[in-house]
């Protein structure tokens, strides 16, 4: 155990509809990274929250958004969903708010849109 | 910005035997330089990281790595290859002043009897 936690480990759901990913950090940890893997593209740098403000910002599109709560677990919100939003997506907590120092992953959840 | 490049999709090796994969980066100053694992189904695992003093660094599970700056690269090798091994390696680069990591696309370990 990392001590991330994502919920769900699992989703399916159909094409145009939304969901919520669930992030709780390592105990101290301030930042919280999310990441999407696919296989054609590999992981991806979504976006960052430390201490519940936005830090930074990657490739995420515009049909998904993020928050980081007072108690700093985050969630990322996906719409409009297509097929090839079809991922497993990760959560990553580090203390600070730079990640070059390495962060601890969750166990992720797996997107599947139908 | 960083970029990392991991030329090995798959490497399969024999149980017992030695193992290299291989990781080459891109940055202008010294970077901080990460080795992931994963497993089918799992999370990624941090073996090692680099981020200055000695160039050899130990890892778990029998692992490590060697930071050549005139190469760009950094290596991850082990010296005799178990078939628990068998996962998904990435190599990452962060940098001072750059709040992400940058992956590579990793190399894929296959681990024969």
């Known amino acids: 155990d990392s001590g991330v936690t994502q919920t769900p480990k699992h989703l399916i759901t159909a094409t145009g509809q939304r969901v919520t990913l669930r992030c709780s950090p390592r105990?101290?940890?301030?930042?919280v990274y999310w990441y999407q893997q696919s296989l054609d593209q590999g992981l991806q740098f979504l976006i960052q929250y430390y201490n519940g403000e936005e830090r930074a910002k990657g490739n995420i599109l515009e049909r998904f958004s993020a928050q980081q709560f007072p108690d700093l677990h985050s969630e990322l919100n996906l719409s409009s969903l297509e097929l090839g939003d079809s991922a497993l997506y990760f959560c990553?907590?580090?203390?600070?708010?730079?990640?070059?120092?390495?962060?601890?992953f969750g166990s992720g959840t797996r997107l599947t849109v139908v | 910005a960083q970029s990392v490049t991991q030329p090995d999709i798959h490497i399969t090796v024999s149980e017992g035997a030695s193992l290299e994969l291989r990781c080459n980066y891109s940055y202008g100053a010294t970077p901080y330089l990460f080795w992931y694992v994963q497993s089918p189904g799992q999370g990624l695992q941090l073996l090692l990281k680099y981020f200055s003093g000695d160039t050899l660094v130990q890892g778990i599970k029998g692992f490590e790595a060697e930071f050549k700056r005139s190469q760009s690269s950094f290596n991850l090798r082990k010296p005799s290859v178990h078939w628990s091994d068998a996962a998904e390696y990435f190599c990452?680069?962060?940098?001072?002043?750059?709040?992400?990591?940058?992956f590579g696309t990793g190399t894929r370990l296959l681990v024969s009897p």
């Open positions: 105990s101290g940890d301030l930042s």
């Open positions: 990553a907590s580090s203390v600070g708010g730079q990640g070059n120092y390495g962060y601890t």
């Open positions: 990452a680069v962060g940098a001072t002043g750059f709040q992400k990591l940058v």
